[in-house]
């Protein structure tokens, strides 16, 4: 088990000379502690994964981190065999028959709320109840905000790796960007992540109302980045004009509908929208979102990434920053597994400030990039494509 990987590694390091540092809280006091592949005691580490609900990012996120543990030498190298849509389970189907000397993703390990809030409630129980009993599960991937709020307590001592959150911060997830607060916490942290979308947002479009549509709640605020969105309105001296919608609970028709009315209202009312991350911008939404603020010839931007862009919003951050969160978390999770202890471990990490932009969307607009910001441009898309 880790508890006897640590306490070896702590042994040898104390044999060597080498004084480990003092307090639990120490950002960063593991991060020696090695990548390479292991196994406890020749048995294979168990892996479990949580999620609020379906969601491409949170896809994306765990497929970025596959492919981490792949580079890392954890999983073999094999073809990804990767179903179209936002579903995150057939992945893990995959995972679970994944060839790998040294991880085991669980057959029953995988946890899905559903954005259903009764659900939430009892998957939450069950898995205190089964990660509180020990010896099951060596370690658990909570993907996204519901999931980090639901195993970042006092109810289990498990390895808990934070994926995939807007603000963990904010969220109330962590204590703060060095110290998770508690011993088997870690997630990872951007501070910066989305006060850079917005200024390089700013820097291409330079507008002067920037609409968001968001939920009105702690964690709607979290998802949306607000505390960095009106951070980067006071520093630049725009206006944020602001429209409400419902919570993930929501029915995803009520969702659809809200974000739709939303766009409506922030296209007449401001000429720049940031797309936030919720459950009412979807595939199956967008098209229509897009065309209403292509009428208008207002600019928009991808909180969430490329996958966007491609379907014609005009500019987000480039795939780059899931490759390279990825590999970071896949890192996290190698140096646990070797024994160091979340807590300890740097959560801060940040992404490559590369643009993804739709060229299609800018000659629909009529929008230039200016010249000076060219240079970051690390994706061009020039054909709007259809969603899944």
């Known amino acids: 088990m880790l508890t006897s990987v640590r306490f070896f590694a702590a042994l040898l390091l104390f044999a060597s000379g080498v004084m480990l540092p003092a307090g639990p809280a120490d ?15 020749g048995r294979r580490w168990r892996i479990a994964y949580y999620q609020g609900g379906d969601y491409i990012d949170y896809k ?7 492919k981490g543990l792949v580079k890392l030498g954890w999983i073999e190298n094999e073809p990804l065999r990767v ?28 946890y899905n ?19 509180g009993a020990g010896g099951d599960i060596d370690l658990v991937i909570a993907m996204g905000t519901w999931a980090g709020k639901d195993l970042a307590t006092a109810a289990h001592s498990t390895p808990t790796i934070v994926v995939s959150t807007s603000d963990a911060v904010s969220a109330q997830i962590i204590n703060s960007v060095d110290d998770s607060g508690r011993d088997h916490v870690h997630a990872h942290v951007d501070p910066l992540r989305y006060v850079r979308q917005i200024r390089l947002f700013h820097d291409f479009a330079a507008f002067e109302r920037l609409g968001v549509a968001y939920e009105e709640t702690l964690e709607g605020r979290s998802y949306a980045a607000m505390e960095q969105v009106e951070q ?8 944020i004009v602001r429209c409400h919608t419902p919570g993930d609970a929501a029915r995803q028709t009520e969702a659809d509908t809200q974000v739709l009315a939303c766009v409506n209202y922030l296209a007449a009312n401001a000429d720049a929208l940031y ?19 292509a009428a208008h010839n207002v600019r928009s931007f991808s909180q969430h990434g490329t996958d966007e862009v491609k379907l014609g919003v005009l500019l987000s951050m ?9 590999l970071f978390q896949a890192e996290v999770i190698a140096k646990v597994l070797n024994g160091a202890t979340p807590r300890r471990l740097d959560q801060i990490h940040e992404e490559p400030s590369k643009v993804a932009l739709n060229m299609d969307t800018a000659r629909d607009i009529g929008f230039v990039p200016p010249v000076y910001a060219i240079a970051v441009i690390d994706e061009i898309f020039g054909v709007i494509a259809t969603p899944y």
């Open 275 to 293: 797309v936030t991350i919720q459950k009412g911008v979807n595939p199956a939404t967008l098209p229509r979102l897009l065309e209403t603020a």
């Open 318 to 326: 480039s795939s780059q920053s899931f490759t390279s969160v990825g």
């Open 27 to 41: 950002a960063g006091a593991d991060d020696y502690f090695p990548v390479t592949p292991s196994t406890d005691g």
């Open 83 to 110: 179903a179209e849509g936002e579903a995150t389970e057939p992945l893990w189907r995959w995972l679970t028959a994944a060839s790998s000397k040294h991880l085991e993703f669980i057959g029953d390990g995988f």
């Open 60 to 66: 994306d996120s765990l497929l970025a981190v596959v």
């Open 232 to 239: 980067v309105a006071a520093e630049r001296g725009f206006e």
């Open 113 to 131: 709320a559903e954005w259903d809030d009764a659900r939430r409630s009892e998957i939450r129980a069950a898995l205190e109840r089964r990660l």
